[in-house]
């Protein structure tokens, strides 16, 4: 931070130096007890888990604790359990993304221009984002049994691995996209009304206005949106828990990592799993940053 | 005035009810306060209350196990007989094997000494010994767990011929079927699947009703199948995996089923309440499942059960009987109680002769002692005896090794869904996934 801070006088002459000084370390020394406790509950488990994944560690088989290098990552990366749970986790959180951000874009349009029963309209809209995650797939979940569901009728749509997607799909995406439709909806506040008009009065159609003057406006807070979902969509877990409990190859790398460390007691291969979801979502969140050329750059090209 | 701190120390002590002996009696106006800031924990609630009402300082032996229909009464008659030694307090786990697995493998895993008791499925006494989580029985207390017990529910609590657990209940699933559209049941899968095209002809329900779905059921219809063929997963001690023609045979029997009009469009996620239920709603004219559904029709759907007769798991081989895969609870002891005497009178006394009757009885859950076959009393309520008795002399086990739970998990992804199995190129799938299993190699489905 303070060596891209433009300094008004050079730096540690004078009292003035001396005091900054003094601030820094008093800084430093009221942040410490928070870096310490983030250190215990988070940097620690991260620390252990990558530790973990060294080593042959099954519970089953306390006595056979023994460091094997990369030997687990090879195991887990080599198995075509993981990658179909790979895949589907990618498909899952790239599609319902996806479509979140178009409904959620629509919903949010919709709750910033209406003018009439606003806080009606906005409850109305966040209540399935309200509903706690598993319950809410439980419901998913009836509505589709054979028989007894009132979507299902006498198919079973959920044994069927493409069908049984599709509906894990709608749910995130009905879960969700109020979350979405939220953040969209901050972003279209802090656009200006002014640009608006003046691209309204220069002539430019409702679709113009929303393509070349709302979306450049917004497009910090879409990345924020999309990162946050993504992120979020990566790790699935309770929905397709609930819906299919990973059968039939709808399984996500997190109900794959579950079935290992929790009912397998693998935690060597499970911790492997945990770390590789940890740089899965890395490597997915700096590609969606990269590709979408970060705020900064447009905004230094705008002002020049 | 105990304020805050007392109350939460309160709540504490009701959710793990560690049940310590120096565990100070409340204020009533705790329990109050506890009440109204816990509605959604009835059982920690009641636990709380049973453990401090009526006595002051007595050991609490506290008993992990599934949820039970009947099983109150159990426990009361029990702490009757305790008097004042000891006070059972169930902490129940998931209905379902794989839940109750996972809560009872993370504590044990923790050492946490607020186990006594622990319901411990048939299969998992191989893995919970060997880990040194459940204690070995010996003596005076062998004896008293082995007294008038049949040998397959019995043979189910030893490892490594060592006796660590009483059984509580024994189980094998059986066929049932209804009455009033089938004169007779089938002795055999093939007839079975005749009678069911038959029943489709004429526009009758006609599924055969069966637990499909990946879990641990599919693995006990499986090893039903496949024990019946004469065949097995994995080698009696428990170290190679035998899959072999027999192996083949099992498959391509189950993929048979699971592709024709016999099976239910959700076959490949039915659980034991999804068969129950299509025969309830009267979509199975066959339901292959445990005894309970005979109680539980009982109660949901009195007409049908008028019709709803049971007879032996067809078999696969004509006049041969199948080898029915046997479930069933027994008790085990934690390492890490801090009563371990008292935790196994009390074990002794809820798999006693009186309240596996008394369970025999109302929830339809079979016995595992000799001679309550022979209980005219319960016979009367539980018809199944003879049959769930025969069926019992000619039972298969589950694979018995340490590591079932992976074993278990590779062959039900490998089944799953059971339509799509080619049966040869399943059955080499399953010798490798199955012989990783065994050697804790590879990563679970």
């Given amino acids: 931070m303070s060596p891209s801070e433009p300094s008004p006088a050079p730096a540690a002459s004078g009292p003035a130096g001396a005091a900054r000084r003094e601030d820094r370390t008093l800084g430093l020394l009221l942040c410490a007890p928070a870096f310490l406790v983030m250190s215990a509950v988070a940097g620690f488990p991260i620390l252990y888990a990558v530790w973990l994944s060294l080593h042959r560690a099954d519970l089953r088989a306390p006595d056979d604790f023994a460091f094997i290098g990369l030997d687990n990552y090879a195991t887990v990366l080599s198995s075509p359990i993981w990658w179909n749970a790979f895949a589907v986790t990618l ?15 629509a919903l949010a349009i919709v709750m910033h221009s209406t003018t009439v029963a606003r806080g009606l309209i906005r409850t109305a809209v966040l209540v399935p984002y309200a509903i706690v995650t598993i319950v809410a797939a439980f419901a998913w979940r009836f509505a589709w049994t054979q028989h007894t569901g009132w979507l299902a009728g006498s198919a079973a749509p959920l044994t ?14 009905w879960k969700t996209t109020p979350f979405m439709a939220l953040l969209l909806l901050a972003g279209l506040a802090t656009v200006p009304v002014d640009l608006l008009r003046a691209a309204e009065i220069d002539g430019a159609s409702a679709w113009q206005r929303f393509r070349w003057v709302i979306l450049p406006m917004m497009k910090p807070v879409i990345l924020v949106a999309l990162l946050f979902r993504l992120i979020d969509a990566f790790r699935i877990f309770d929905n397709i828990f609930v819906l299919t409990n990973g059968a039939n190859g709808t399984a996500s790398v997190s109900i794959v990592a579950y079935n290992n460390l929790i009912r397998g007691l693998n935690l060597g291969i499970g911790s492997t799993m945990s770390v590789l979801i940890c740089l899965s979502i890395a490597l997915l969140t700096w590609g969606v940053v990269a590709s979408f050329g970060i705020g900064g750059d447009s905004g230094r090209r705008g002002a020049g | 005035m105990p304020g805050w701190r007392g109350v939460r120390e309160e709540v504490t002590h009701g959710k793990e009810a560690t049940g310590s002996p120096a565990m100070p009696t409340p204020l009533n106006l705790d329990a109050a306060i506890v009440r109204i800031l816990h509605p959604i924990r009835p059982a920690a609630l009641l636990a709380l209350l049973v453990g401090c009402a009526p006595e002051p300082a007595g050991t609490v032996i506290n008993v992990y196990k599934s949820e039970e229909n009947f099983f109150d009464e159990v426990v009361a008659r029990c702490n009757r007989d305790a008097a004042g030694r000891y006070t059972i307090v169930v902490q129940s786990l998931p209905r379902d094997a794989d839940g109750q697995r996972e809560q009872l493998v993370r504590r044990m895993a923790a050492r946490d000494a607020s186990m006594d008791v622990v319901g411990l499925d048939v299969t998992w006494t191989p893995e919970f010994a060997e880990a040194g989580w459940i204690l070995e029985w010996t003596g005076e207390d062998r004896a008293a767990a082995e007294r008038d017990q049949l040998a397959g529910p019995l043979q189910t609590t030893i490892w490594d011929s060592r006796l660590y657990a009483v059984p509580a209940n024994t189980n094998v699933q059986l066929l049932w079927y209804r009455s009033d559209l089938l004169p007779a049941p089938p002795a055999t899968w093939e007839e079975m699947l005749a009678m069911a095209e038959a029943l489709e002809a004429r526009g009758a329900p006609h599924v055969i009703a069966f637990t499909g779905a990946q879990y641990e059921g599919l693995v006990v219809g499986f090893n039903t199948i496949l024990a019946s063929f004469g065949g097995s997963l994995v080698s009696d001690d428990g170290r190679t995996a035998t899959v072999d023609e027999r192996t083949v045979q099992a498959l391509a029997l189950l993929q048979r089923f699971a592709t024709s009009r016999a099976a239910s469009a959700s076959l490949s996620n039915s659980r034991e309440t ?15 499942n445990w005894p309970y559904v005979y109680a539980a029709m009982r109660a949901n759907n009195p007409a049908m059960a008028e019709n709803l007769a049971f007879a032996a798991y067809p078999s696969v081989l004509p006049g041969e009987p199948a080898r029915v895969t046997v479930g069933g609870l027994n008790y085990a002891i934690s390492a890490f109680s801090r ?4 935790a196994r009178d009390a074990a002794l006394c809820l798999a006693n002769r009186e309240n596996q009757k008394h369970l025999a009885i109302n929830a339809g859950i079979p016995p595992t002692l000799t001679s309550l076959y022979d209980d005219p009393e319960l016979r009367a309520a539980f018809p199944m005896a003879d049959i769930v008795r025969e069926q019992l002399r000619n039972a298969s086990s589950r694979p018995r090794t340490p590591f079932y739970q992976n074993v278990s998990a590779v062959v039900a ?3 799953s869904p059971p339509a799509a199995i080619r049966p040869e190129e399943t059955a080499r799938e399953l010798r490798r996934t199955v012989q990783d299993a065994l050697d804790s190699r590879g990563i679970l489905p």
């Fill in chain 2, 339 to 342: 009563y371990p005497e008292q």
């Fill in chain 1, 160 to 173: 069927d691995p493409a069908s049984a997607i599709v509906i894990i799909i709608l749910s995130e995406v």
């Fill in chain 1, 91 to 105: 498909l899952i959180a790239v599609v319902s993304t996806a479509v979140e951000l178009v409904l959620g874009m």
């Fill in chain 2, 274 to 288: 999804e068969v129950q239920a299509e025969m309830e709603n009267g979509f199975a004219a066959f339901e292959l």
């Fill in chain 2, 413 to 415: 992804a490998a089944l």
